[in-house]
């Protein structure tokens, strides 16, 4: 399903000194410096797979995450999703992917979630029938009946992190790539959300990339792991075996990010 091999990431940043001398010097010469980002990270992902993503802030995992969707392209190596590269962004490619960022909203918070997720179908092409048996199931697993015709703008954030999901899965993508969908939400609803994941993940054999802070989301969900640090790929496997002792989990977040359990 995913297939990356010696994956690379290199950014080029400006870099200015201080103050108005330090501006006008920049006008006649700049210096750069070059952040690698991803280091030659290799690993396959099979179809139906529920990957956690985990490591510090700055690690690297959200650059992983934009070149599997095609947001950015890889300085080198190589990256298959379902056959395709995804930088070359084709609609038969970007109609079977999906992305939730937690931080980031897709929602029309002016509209009703009937009217968006009715504006996604004509964007994806999904065919009535398709659209209203996609619609009815996502209802139900979540409960929202009662919500769908309110504007976005008035529901909770657990609410609205729910309606991002039905948004997402509408279309019945092959992937998932889920960005801290469970961030600032409090217990009853990230375990709702856990729940509702598992379930589209059991049912629907839909392969699933999470990527979170909160551990517990890691530890009841993924069955496999794999550990960004610095733009290093240093794990990939069991997701028990990797929570087995606490100083592993302690050692890879000693430089920057905080572990939420």
């Known amino acids: 399903m995913i297939k990356v ?3 690379s990431k290199t950014y080029r940043r400006y870099k200015k000194k201080e103050g108005l001398a330090g501006s006008l010097a920049s006008l006649f010469h700049r210096e750069y410096e070059e952040k690698k980002a991803v280091k030659e990270v290799t690993f396959t992902i099979e179809k139906g797979e529920f990957i956690g993503l985990i490591g510090p802030n700055g690690a690297g995992k959200t650059t992983l995450v ?3 969707t095609g947001i ?5 190596g190589f990256v298959d999703v379902m056959g395709y590269y995804p930088n070359d962004m084709k609609n038969e490619f970007k109609k079977r992917f999906a992305v939730v960022m937690g931080q980031k909203s897709q929602l ?4 009703t979630p009937n009217d968006t997720l009715r504006l996604f179908k004509e964007i994806y092409e999904i065919p009535e029938k398709e659209f209203k048996e ?5 209802m139900e697993l979540f409960g929202v009946k009662e919500l769908m015709d309110v504007q976005v703008r008035t529901l909770s954030l657990g609410e609205r992190m729910k309606m991002e999901l039905m948004v997402a ?5 092959e992937v998932l790539f889920l960005d801290e969908p469970t961030i600032g ?6 375990k709702q959300i856990r729940n509702f994941l598992k379930t589209v993940n059991e049912e629907k054999g839909t392969t699933i990339m999470l990527t979170s802070h909160y551990m517990e989301d890691i530890r009841l969900l993924c069955q496999r792991s794999i550990v960004i640090n610095e733009g290093e790929k240093i794990y990939d496997g069991d997701t028990g ?6 100083k592993t989990i302690e050692e890879i977040y000693q430089k920057g990010g905080e572990v939420h359990v």
């Open 5 to 7: 091999e010696n994956l």
């Open 66 to 68: 934009k070149m599997l």
């Open 72 to 76: 950015i392209a890889p300085t080198s």
């Open 108 to 111: 029309f918070f002016e509209l």
């Open 134 to 138: 996609s619609k009815d199931y996502f």
């Open 169 to 173: 899965l509408l279309h019945n993508p």
């Open 185 to 190: 939400l409090d217990i009853v609803a990230s």
């Open 241 to 246: 075996r990797l929570f087995e002792d606490e």
